[in-house]
């Protein structure tokens, strides 16, 4: 299990990285349409991405933890 939550976490890392970066290509390309669809397609794939570890390991970050219960605090910590 825990070799597919790291798999998981290392594409969202690089998926959120690849948005990053298209953004700021985007900043000073605005208008091109390649660019814009890689981000799109990166955003798309992230948000997937981002929704199958939530059901499978919890919430990424306390603010967004169901608020009918708190399993942020569940996890192991980064050092454990």
Same mark, same amino acid.
């Given at each position: 299990m825990e070799d597919n939550k790291t798999a998981l976490m290392r594409c969202l890392q690089e998926l959120a990285f690849a948005i990053q970066e298209s &953004?700021? #290509?985007l900043d000073t390309h605005p208008t091109d349409q390649q660019a814009l669809a890689?981000?799109?397609e990166k955003l798309t794939h992230y948000n997937e991405m981002k929704k199958r570890y939530v &059901?499978? #390991?919890g919430p990424l970050c306390s603010h967004t933890a169901n608020q009918n219960s708190w399993r942020w605090i569940d996890n192991p %910590?980064? %050092?454990e």
């Amino acid at each position: 299990m825990e070799d597919n939550k790291t798999a998981l976490m290392r594409c969202l890392q690089e998926l959120a990285f690849a948005i990053q970066e298209s &953004a700021l #290509f985007l900043d000073t390309h605005p208008t091109d349409q390649q660019a814009l669809a890689y981000h799109n397609e990166k955003l798309t794939h992230y948000n997937e991405m981002k929704k199958r570890y939530v &059901a499978q #390991f919890g919430p990424l970050c306390s603010h967004t933890a169901n608020q009918n219960s708190w399993r942020w605090i569940d996890n192991p %910590w980064p %050092w454990e």
